[in-house]
Nanobody, 120 residues
Framework: QVQLVESGGGLVQAGGSLRLSCAAS????????MGWFRQAPGKERGFVAA????????YYADSVKGRFTISRDNAKNTVYLQMNGLKPEDTAVYYC?????????????WGQGTQVTVSS
Protein backbone atom coordinates (compact mmCIF):
# COMPACT_ATOMS: atom_id res chain seq x y z
CA GLN A 1 0.00 0.00 0.00
CA VAL A 2 1.09 3.53 -0.76
CA GLN A 3 -0.36 6.52 1.03
CA LEU A 4 -0.12 9.85 -0.78
CA VAL A 5 -0.58 13.26 0.79
CA GLU A 6 -0.67 16.39 -1.33
CA SER A 7 0.18 19.84 -0.02
CA GLY A 8 1.09 23.29 -1.26
CA GLY A 9 -2.24 24.38 -2.70
CA GLY A 10 -3.77 27.75 -1.97
CA LEU A 11 -5.05 31.00 -3.38
CA VAL A 12 -2.84 32.89 -5.82
CA GLN A 13 -3.30 35.71 -8.29
CA ALA A 14 -3.09 35.10 -12.00
CA GLY A 15 0.52 35.01 -13.11
CA GLY A 16 1.68 33.71 -9.76
CA SER A 17 3.34 30.45 -8.81
CA LEU A 18 2.72 27.52 -6.51
CA ARG A 19 4.65 24.37 -5.78
CA LEU A 20 2.64 21.28 -4.98
CA SER A 21 4.17 18.36 -3.11
CA CYS A 22 3.02 14.77 -2.93
CA ALA A 23 4.58 12.89 -0.04
CA ALA A 24 4.36 9.12 -0.12
CA SER A 25 4.57 6.62 2.71
CA UNK A 26 4.16 2.90 3.11
CA UNK A 27 6.27 1.95 0.13
CA UNK A 28 8.93 3.56 -1.99
CA UNK A 29 7.61 5.38 -5.05
CA UNK A 30 10.74 4.63 -7.06
CA UNK A 31 9.00 1.76 -8.81
CA UNK A 32 5.96 3.81 -9.80
CA UNK A 33 5.26 6.35 -12.45
CA MET A 34 3.80 9.41 -10.79
CA GLY A 35 1.18 11.76 -12.13
CA TRP A 36 -0.74 14.87 -11.29
CA PHE A 37 -4.38 15.20 -12.23
CA ARG A 38 -6.90 17.95 -11.57
CA GLN A 39 -10.62 18.33 -11.30
CA ALA A 40 -12.43 21.63 -11.65
CA PRO A 41 -16.01 22.08 -10.44
CA GLY A 42 -18.46 20.44 -12.80
CA LYS A 43 -15.70 18.81 -14.85
CA GLU A 44 -14.11 15.39 -15.00
CA ARG A 45 -10.69 14.79 -13.55
CA GLY A 46 -8.04 15.34 -16.19
CA PHE A 47 -4.35 14.71 -16.76
CA VAL A 48 -1.85 17.42 -15.93
CA ALA A 49 1.63 15.89 -15.85
CA ALA A 50 3.47 12.61 -15.31
CA UNK A 51 6.98 11.36 -14.76
CA UNK A 52 8.33 7.90 -15.45
CA UNK A 53 9.55 5.56 -12.74
CA UNK A 54 13.08 4.79 -13.86
CA UNK A 55 13.82 7.04 -16.81
CA UNK A 56 12.37 10.26 -15.44
CA UNK A 57 10.74 11.07 -18.76
CA UNK A 58 8.08 13.73 -18.31
CA TYR A 59 4.73 14.21 -19.98
CA TYR A 60 2.46 17.25 -19.92
CA ALA A 61 -1.00 18.25 -20.96
CA ASP A 62 -0.87 20.84 -23.73
CA SER A 63 -2.63 23.34 -21.50
CA VAL A 64 0.23 23.40 -18.98
CA LYS A 65 3.25 22.75 -21.18
CA GLY A 66 5.89 25.39 -20.65
CA ARG A 67 4.32 26.58 -17.39
CA PHE A 68 4.32 23.50 -15.13
CA THR A 69 7.22 21.23 -14.24
CA ILE A 70 6.92 17.81 -12.62
CA SER A 71 9.86 16.35 -10.73
CA ARG A 72 10.53 13.58 -8.26
CA ASP A 73 12.91 12.97 -5.39
CA ASN A 74 12.90 9.24 -4.72
CA ALA A 75 15.16 9.67 -1.70
CA LYS A 76 12.47 11.83 -0.11
CA ASN A 77 9.67 9.70 -1.55
CA THR A 78 8.12 12.90 -2.88
CA VAL A 79 6.87 14.25 -6.18
CA TYR A 80 6.52 17.92 -6.99
CA LEU A 81 4.59 20.06 -9.40
CA GLN A 82 6.01 23.53 -9.93
CA MET A 83 3.31 25.74 -11.40
CA ASN A 84 4.26 29.08 -12.90
CA GLY A 85 2.24 31.57 -14.87
CA LEU A 86 -0.97 30.38 -13.25
CA LYS A 87 -4.26 31.19 -14.94
CA PRO A 88 -7.80 31.24 -13.56
CA GLU A 89 -8.53 28.14 -15.64
CA ASP A 90 -5.94 26.26 -13.58
CA THR A 91 -8.30 26.46 -10.61
CA ALA A 92 -9.05 22.90 -9.51
CA VAL A 93 -8.40 20.25 -6.93
CA TYR A 94 -5.05 18.67 -7.77
CA TYR A 95 -4.50 14.98 -7.12
CA CYS A 96 -1.36 12.89 -7.02
CA UNK A 97 -1.40 9.37 -8.52
CA UNK A 98 1.10 6.52 -8.27
CA UNK A 99 0.77 3.67 -10.74
CA UNK A 100 2.37 1.93 -13.66
CA UNK A 101 2.83 4.37 -16.52
CA UNK A 102 0.00 2.80 -18.44
CA UNK A 103 -2.20 2.78 -15.38
CA UNK A 104 -1.93 6.43 -14.42
CA UNK A 105 -5.29 8.08 -14.15
CA UNK A 106 -7.23 4.87 -13.86
CA UNK A 107 -5.56 2.84 -11.15
CA UNK A 108 -2.90 2.74 -8.51
CA UNK A 109 -2.93 4.99 -5.51
CA TRP A 110 -4.43 8.45 -5.06
CA GLY A 111 -4.05 11.25 -2.59
CA GLN A 112 -6.90 13.26 -1.14
CA GLY A 113 -6.20 16.32 -3.25
CA THR A 114 -5.18 19.91 -2.64
CA GLN A 115 -7.16 22.94 -3.74
CA VAL A 116 -5.58 25.48 -6.09
CA THR A 117 -7.50 28.68 -6.70
CA VAL A 118 -6.26 31.30 -9.15
CA SER A 119 -7.91 34.70 -9.03
CA SER A 120 -8.05 37.01 -12.02
Amino acid sequence: QVQLVESGGGLVQAGGSLRLSCAASGRTISRYAMGWFRQAPGKERGFVAAIGASDGVTYYADSVKGRFTISRDNAKNTVYLQMNGLKPEDTAVYYCNAASLGGLGTGGYWGQGTQVTVSS
